[in-house]
């Protein structure tokens, strides 16, 4: 599977982007996409992911600000971030996961300036 991932960019806090990440290759059904991310000198983290059933999950950082939706056909995520703030400065990395199976996308860099 590869993952194509697009719309990060410098936003002023408050401001809002929304980012894409479309998937192709060898698909099943039953699969999770969603949004990671990590700023300069931490872990990556878990910012929101959607299964192919509709079931959700969001860091509690970003929920109420951050809404992520899916397309099953194509396969496509998009994460739309509303009211970003300084420390959701990140590279955002897309990740596919089926089976026993995962991929990560190339990453794109959010920038929010105080």
């Known amino acids: 599977v590869q993952l194509q991932a697009s719309g990060g960019g410098l936003v002023q806090a408050g401001g809002s982007l929304r980012l894409s990440c479309a998937a192709s290759?060898?698909?099943?059904?039953?699969?999770?996409m969603g949004w990671y991310r990590q700023a300069p000198g931490k872990e990556r983290e878990l910012v929101a992911v959607?299964?192919?059933?509709?079931?959700?999950n969001y860091a509690d950082s970003v929920k109420g600000r951050f809404t992520i939706s899916r397309d099953n056909a194509p396969n496509t995520v998009y994460l739309q971030m509303n009211t970003l703030k300084p420390e959701d400065t990140a590279v955002y990395y897309c990740?596919?996961?089926?089976?026993?199976?995962?991929?990560w996308g190339q990453g794109t860099q959010v920038t929010v300036s105080s």
């Open positions: 990740k596919f996961v089926q089976r026993n199976y995962n991929a």
């Open positions: 290759g060898t698909i099943f059904s039953i699969n999770v």
């Open positions: 959607l299964s192919s059933g509709g079931i959700t």
